[in-house]
């Protein structure tokens, strides 16, 4: 738990014991990293010091990955070899848009596994004046995925911009979609599931896609994330 970043982060929670909570996210971080190399990725650690205390860096945030434009992977990526696909790209503040359209959504569809699932994360509200690329974003999943389910991160608020996660399945139905877990902190995340009504907008496109146009009022401002 990071006292300094805490107010503007709404995944940390205090009152957990705190050598319980380090240990377990070493863990999870060494675990990790045996996963990337028994698939074929160079991993290189970068161990971190007593002084200053950087309470955040092991967390997934401050992994760097460095590899090929991303829609030139996924064009040229095998299909139907993925049980999960993490989408979190961003160009400053706003999303590629050669990320965000039908035919890129397409593509990671047929990178999945029956049963696999895309998250990706996007910066917006679910209406309001910042809700343009959110609504259309959210069409376009909509597009290619029988299921959709759209999560807030800080506020049930539909006028606040915040990060938003999308998560897409491929072959579940959304009742059949189980979303559970006896773990508090789990369990408060899977309570943001936006259960209201998402504003009907045309999908994104490869040949119209004007991202930094809808995300203007956005990134016009600080926004912490």
Same mark, same amino acid.
């Given at each position: $738990?990071?006292? +300094? %970043?805490? +107010? #503007?982060?709404?995944? !940390?929670?205090?009152?957990?014991?705190?050598?319980?909570?380090?240990?377990?996210?070493?863990?999870?971080?060494? !675990?990790?990293?045996?996963?990337?190399? $028994?698939? #074929?990725?160079?991993?290189?650690?970068?161990?971190?010091?007593?002084?200053?205390?950087? =309470?955040?860096?092991? $967390? =997934? &945030?401050?992994?760097? @990955?460095?590899?090929?434009?991303?829609?030139?992977?996924? &064009?040229?990526?095998?299909?139907?070899?993925?049980?999960?696909?993490?989408?979190?790209?961003?160009?400053?503040?706003?999303?590629?848009?050669?990320?965000?359209?039908?035919?890129?959504?397409?593509?990671?569809?047929?990178?999945?596994?029956?049963?696999?699932?895309?998250?990706?994360?996007?910066?917006? #509200?679910? @209406?309001?004046?910042?809700?343009?690329?959110?609504?259309?974003?959210?069409?376009?999943?909509?597009?290619?995925?029988?299921?959709?389910?759209?999560?807030?991160?800080?506020?049930?608020?539909?006028?606040?911009?915040?990060?938003?996660?999308?998560?897409?399945?491929?072959?579940?139905?959304?009742?059949?979609?189980?979303?559970?877990?006896?773990?508090?902190?789990?369990?408060?995340?899977?309570?943001? /599931?936006?259960?209201? +009504?998402?504003?009907?907008?045309? =999908? /994104? %496109?490869?040949?119209?896609?004007?991202?930094?146009? $809808?995300?203007?009022?956005?990134?016009?401002? =600080?926004?912490?994330?």
């Amino acid at each position: $738990f990071n006292y +300094q %970043t805490a +107010q #503007s982060n709404a995944f !940390q929670t205090s009152g957990y014991e705190q050598e319980n909570v380090q240990n377990k996210a070493l863990q999870e971080f060494d !675990q990790l990293v045996e996963i990337l190399k $028994f698939n #074929s990725v160079d991993v290189i650690v970068v161990n971190d010091t007593g002084e200053p205390n950087t =309470p955040d860096s092991i $967390f =997934p &945030n401050n992994w760097i @990955s460095s590899h090929e434009d991303g829609r030139i992977f996924i &064009n040229n990526s095998e299909k139907g070899v993925y049980d999960a696909i993490l989408l979190d790209a961003f160009n400053g503040c706003t999303t590629p848009y050669n990320l965000a359209t039908v035919e890129a959504v397409a593509k990671m569809y047929d990178l999945l596994k029956n049963k696999g699932v895309i998250i990706s994360n996007i910066i917006g #509200s679910i @209406s309001g004046k910042n809700a343009e690329f959110a609504k259309r974003e959210y069409a376009t999943y909509k597009e290619i995925f029988g299921s959709v389910r759209l999560f807030t991160v800080s506020s049930v608020n539909p006028l606040t911009a915040q990060n938003l996660i999308f998560v897409a399945t491929k072959g579940i139905g959304s009742s059949d979609l189980k979303l559970e877990n006896p773990d508090f902190l789990y369990k408060t995340y899977l309570d943001r /599931l936006w259960t209201g +009504q998402v504003e009907a907008a045309k =999908p /994104l %496109t490869d040949e119209y896609a004007p991202v930094e146009y $809808f995300y203007r009022n956005i990134c016009s401002r =600080p926004f912490f994330f």
